[in-house]
T-cell receptor
Framework: DTAVSQTPKYLVTQMGNDKSIKCEQN?????MYWYKQDSKKFLKIMFS???????INETVPNRFSPKSPDKAHLNLHINSLELGDSAVYFC????????????FGPGTRLTVL | QKEVEQDPGPLSVPEGAIVSLNCTYS??????FMWYRQYSRKGPELLMY????GNKEDGRFTAQVDKSSKYISLFIRDSQPSDSATYLC?????????????FGKGTKLSVIP
């Protein structure tokens, strides 16, 4: 059973479109995250959600919005896609608090044409 | 400060070599250090972790922390082609009322048969 899953695995779309990426975790964790990994492999936190509350937003454009229907799901909605949004997006989850060991999903490779 | 610095490499070694992967950090309050391994087109997975100063060994892998020099190392003995991956160091930090992880930029390792 996959601990953290994401769909779709690949997403190719045109500039200006709106798209969503889904994430689910079956680990019973309290907190979920979205990361962006660029072509140089740098992993940058975008959001984290704890008990349906956003607790971090690291200078991410407001075209990106996380939505959490319940504790096991954190979806990422992206409006008006731009070329610079092309990257791999990872979902992760952890228990709240120290040491914050995070478990990652397989990633969604987004390509904006 | 919440930064962890890591040489991105790439690093290429022959099979059987001893590999040393390193990170430095600037915040002396950091106590807990993790190493994640990321295979190509996969999500990062937690490889091992260590507290404060000292060594932790797990099979062919040894994690070492030197708090006096703020240096984190991962040693791989008898390296195998299956060890070819990007290795990311990480440490939890407290911010915005919760713990998050800060990651190094990752070192890409290739083990040549």
């Amino acid at each position: 059973d996959t601990a953290v899953s994401q769909t779709p695995k690949y997403l190719v779309t045109q500039m200006g479109n709106d798209k969503s990426i889904k994430c689910e975790q079956n680990l019973g964790h309290d907190t979920m995250y979205w990361y962006k990994q660029d072509s140089k492999k740098f992993l940058k936190i975008m959001f984290s959600y704890n008990n349906k509350e956003l607790i971090i937003n690291e200078t991410v454009p407001n075209r990106f919005s996380p939505k959490s229907p319940d504790k096991a799901h954190l979806n990422l909605h992206i409006n008006s896609l731009e070329l610079g949004d092309s990257a791999v997006y990872f979902c992760a989850s952890s228990q709240e608090g120290f040491p914050n060991e995070q478990f990652f999903g397989p990633g969604t490779r987004l390509t904006v044409l | 400060q919440k930064e962890v610095e890591q040489d991105p490499g790439p690093l290429s070694v022959p099979e059987g070599a001893i590999v040393s992967l390193n990170c430095t950090y600037s915040n002396s309050a950091f106590q807990y250090f993790m190493w994640y391994r990321q295979y190509s087109r996969k999500g990062p997975e937690l490889l091992m972790y260590t507290y404060s100063s000292g060594n932790k060994e797990d099979g062919r892998f040894t994690a070492q922390v030197d708090k006096s020099s703020k240096y984190i190392s991962l040693f791989i003995r008898d390296s195998q082609p299956s060890d070819s991956a990007t290795y990311l160091c990480a440490t939890p930090y407290s911010g915005a009322g919760s713990y998050q992880l800060t990651f190094g930029k990752g070192t890409k390792l290739s083990v040549i048969p």
